[in-house]
Every structure is written in C-alpha cells, then in structure tokens.
C-alpha cells in the first residue's frame, strides 16, 4: 500500500483512464476525491473505491467551469483533508472538421483541455 494516508483528486474520474486512475489508487491505500460531470457515475467509483477499503467521495464538476473547479476542489479538501495528489485527467474533444468547428465548439474544448492544466493554481485547497 504505497499510498496509504494520501488524498487523490482525480478529474475526469467517472469513466475510462480516470476510473482506473481513481481505483489504482485506491488500491494502492489512497483516499480518492472522484471530480466529473455525470453523478451516476462518479458515485459509482466512489463505492468502488469505497470496497477497497478507502474513502471514496463523489464532486460533480464541470472543469470547463472556474466557480465549478474552486467549489469542487474546496469540497474535496474538506472531506479528505487535504489533497497530496491531483491528476489532471478530465478532457474532451468534438470531432468535426477544421471548416465546420464553430467558435462555441472550440471554445468548449480549450475550456475543459486546458482548465484541466490549471486547476493547482487557481484552486487553494
């Protein structure tokens, strides 16, 4: 359990990488915050996590959304805490090509992709 005592943050921690991430740690003795935009599926990680022996704590967030990542880290943080380890994990991507992507289609994507990349240093936890 090399992680025993610590406390993850794992965007994106629904589904795919992020649920593996969030679980890895898990069993690897972390306590896991799992931050993403659907609730059914965050709060199923959580009790995965949570059967692993750990505390396991569901944040909807919308990481394309600054109110939405300083509410949830804080959220997080007081649950758990504090927060050793963030995993910047949460990102999207629309498929269309270069002439049809709009400016609201573009704009989403950076929003998400590289709020993601910041979310240490707007968010004190």
Do not use: P
Not at 6 to 27: C, Q, S
Not at 33 to 55: D, H, K, N, P, Y
Not at 57 to 64: D, L, S, T
Not at 78 to 97: E, F, P, R, T, W
């Amino acid at each position: 359990m090399r992680l025993k005592g610590r406390r993850a943050v794992v965007t994106g921690g629904g589904r795919g990488i992020g649920r593996a991430i969030a679980l890895a740690f898990a069993k690897e003795g972390a306590d896991v915050a799992v931050l993403a935009r659907t609730q059914t599926e965050i709060e199923s990680v959580a009790a995965e996590v949570e059967a692993l022996g750990v505390r396991g704590f569901a944040v909807r967030c919308e990481v394309g959304n600054s109110r939405d990542v300083e509410t949830a880290m804080r959220a997080a943080g007081d649950y758990l805490g504090s927060v050793d380890i963030l995993v910047a994990n949460a990102g999207m991507m629309k498929h269309a090509s270069v002439c049809e992507t709009s400016d609201e289609m573009w704009d989403d994507v950076c929003a998400v992709d590289f709020a993601t990349a910041n979310i240490d240093t707007t968010c004190r936890i």
